[in-house]
């Protein structure tokens, strides 16, 4: 969690740190602040959004050319003014930014209390300054550089940091472990940052840092080093990323427009890889490890949050498509239980970030353990997608919204074209069955926009006859089974309803007790192999009083009939029905949530990219 940014150049150094914490805000947004060195340090910082922030620094004529910022998602320590980064050394004259933990806070802490030290702050940050400060100050013959190098070495955690000391005022330095962090390379100036939001309007070229390394950086030049100072010479990648696409282009929030890209996000997901002509899907990524994945002699897919819902599709798609034995896990939970993976088996981390911590941890342990390890991730250049064996992007654009949605498709698209690759090598489908499986997944595209543009004005008035509900129930069967829990999530996660999906049998098991005049039932009825059984499960709601909303195939009028309110989609074949039937889902949740007020791409106590365990 927590964003980064850092400058040094020519420019103004706190609007382009403003302009890039605005980019980075989706990671977090308890806080923010600033550290810009002009002869002196001057500290602008303060619980809330970047905004504030900004008027702050214009307010108190912070100027300078050198500066590095924090948009903040609380872990240790309330949301409030002084647990704002950056946090200084006793002394003042060193200013810290972090992104990540540092697990033996405490007994640093306490040592540094005992050593004379005194704390302003409850996080676990403020230790980094003023460690940092004692050794640089009273070891003898130590740079400010090897002082950085005897600190991390004493830190038990994780880490992004950029660090200005008063004492080198052209200077920033940088250091990571298991946090992201990335340096802009420009003419006469250097940016440094968590993504490459904030620095794609400035230039395409950076280097990534990888866990363990550090640098020095000045307008000129940048010095990579690993923290037991051995010097590194790193590739310089150009970003793929456009400053468009990173821009809401005229809808009211990044969600909507990330909703309403699905056509073209999907499209590009598919492009150069699914050939309806020759009926082939080639997955380069992939191309190399192909026959491991055939002959596993398992799957274990490991994700978090809407993530995990696209790896339950997954499963249902490798069982059915590749007759693969497939097994889901929380990749929080994974190597917390000891788990049986090794030699044989593939593992599967789906990430859209591709810097969750808990899947980052499991994707480790699998590989330890002896397993392939997959990913399908759709920032390039993200952790995951540099430690997996190989992979596939999904090509998705940016997804600023803090909800999840062209990620969750794109993540589908990419296990349906893995699945089908499988099972056409394997031979567990016939060429006739891909033939129309490829020719099928082709008219996805269409098919999602036809939902946008014909369900999207009824969406909206049913979304405002049911703003004020205070529970929803999703429910599904198969492959709507993760979309029933993806529609809960999105719910609860925007709008703060409480929401519960469920697998539309087991509603019987329990959740049916909570069933009455009062409560909305989202019914996903939209796999033709389970039709008749979901009808059952909808009159069991209705016995109930109910309120049906049913999801459904428009030739489906049975559904229809017993529905008060109807979506109609159109229809597809049962293992890409997730891909039509979550568009509503996802556009039900947004108007709720902007009826009610809530703030939708920043949701309350919410990050996108969850960087901590
Ligand atoms: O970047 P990741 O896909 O690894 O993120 C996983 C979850 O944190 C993420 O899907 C989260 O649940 C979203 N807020 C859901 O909309």
Redesign the pocket.
């Known amino acids: 969690m927590c964003g980064i940014v850092g400058y040094v150049g020519d420019r103004e150094a706190g609007e382009v740190l403003v302009k890039g914490l605005k980019r980075l805000e989706y990671r977090g947004y308890d806080s923010a602040g600033v550290a810009i060195m002009n002869g002196r340090m001057s500290i602008q910082k303060g619980k809330g959004k970047v905004v504030n922030l900004e008027k702050g620094i214009f307010a108190n004529g912070l100027k300078g050319h050198i500066g590095i910022g924090h948009t903040r998602w609380a872990t240790h320590g309330e949301p409030n003014d002084v647990n704002s980064h950056p946090h200084m050394s006793q002394s003042g004259n060193i200013a810290v930014v972090h992104n990540g933990i540092i697990e033996n806070y405490t007994s640093l802490k306490k040592k540094l209390i005992e050593r004379g030290r005194t704390f302003s702050s409850q996080t676990d940050t403020e230790i980094i300054a003023q460690l940092l400060e004692e050794i640089y100050t009273t070891s003898k013959d130590v740079t400010f550089e090897q002082a950085i190098q005897l600190t991390l070495k004493q830190i038990v955690g994780t880490y992004g940091l950029a660090i200005v000391n008063i004492e080198f005022p052209d200077k920033i330095f940088i250091a990571r472990k298991g946090s992201p962090l990335l340096l802009g390379v420009g003419e006469n100036e250097m940016f440094i940052a968590s993504d490459a939001s904030p620095i794609v309007e400035y230039t395409n070229k950076v280097v990534y840092l990888d866990d363990g390394e550090m640098a020095v950086v000045d307008k000129y030049s940048y010095e990579v080093k690993t923290i037991d100072d051995i010097a590194l010479t790193k590739e310089v990648h150009e970003l793929a990323i456009s400053i468009d696409a990173i821009e809401k282009a005229g809808y009211p929030h990044f969600m909507l427009k990330e909703i309403f890209e699905q056509p073209r996000s999907i499209a590009d997901c598919m492009r150069g890889r699914v050939n309806v002509k020759e009926n082939t899907i080639q997955l380069g990524g992939i191309a190399d490890v192909m026959e491991e994945l055939v002959n596993a002699k398992r799957i274990v897919i490991a ?6 819902h696209s790896g339950l599709v997954g499963e249902y798609l490798f069982e059915h498509l590749a007759k693969t034995p497939v097994e889901v896990e929380y990749a929080s939970e994974f190597r917390y239980r000891d788990p049986l993976i090794g030699e044989g088996d593939v593992m599967l981390v ?7 911590a808990d ?1 980052l941890a499991a994707l480790r342990e699998a590989k330890k353990r002896g397993a392939k390890v997959l990913g399908i991730c759709n920032v390039v250049g993200s952790t995951i997608s540099r430690e997996t064996d190989a992979g596939v992007f999904t090509h998705a654009g940016p997804e600023i919204g ?3 949605t062209k ?1 969750f498709t794109a993540q589908v698209v990419v296990l349906t074209m893995m699945a089908l690759a499988t099972g056409m090598k394997k031979g567990t489908i016939s060429k006739k069955e891909a033939a129309r499986y490829i020719k099928e997944l082709s008219l996805i595209p269409d098919k999602v926009d036809q939902i946008l543009k014909e369900c999207d004005e009824n969406i909206k008035k049913m979304a405002s006859l049911f703003t004020y509900a205070p529970n929803f129930l999703y429910l599904g069967r198969s492959y709507n089974f993760p979309v029933a829990l993806e529609g809960a ?2 719910l609860k ?1 925007i709008s703060y309803i409480h929401a519960e999906g469920y697998p539309a049998a087991e509603m019987k098991h329990g959740p049916i007790a909570l069933i009455d005049e009062m409560m909305p039932v989202v019914v996903i009825a939209a796999t033709d192999h389970t039709n008749d059984k979901m009808i059952s499960n909808i009159e069991e709601v209705r016995a109930r009083k109910g309120r049906i909303i049913s999801i459904m195939n428009s030739e489906n009028s049975d559904v229809k009939d017993l529905s008060e309110f109807s979506i109609s989609i159109p229809s597809t074949v049962d293992c890409f029905s997730p891909l039509l039937t979550v568009i509503p889902l996802q556009l039900l949740s947004y108007y709720i949530a902007v009826n009610r007020g809530c703030n939708v791409d920043q949701p309350r106590n ?1 990050a ?3 960087t901590v365990e």
């Open positions: 994700a978090c949050g809407t993530s995990w789906i990430s859209q970030s591709g810097e969750t899947t803090v909800a999840s990620a999530l999105k996660e919410l996108k990219s969850v």
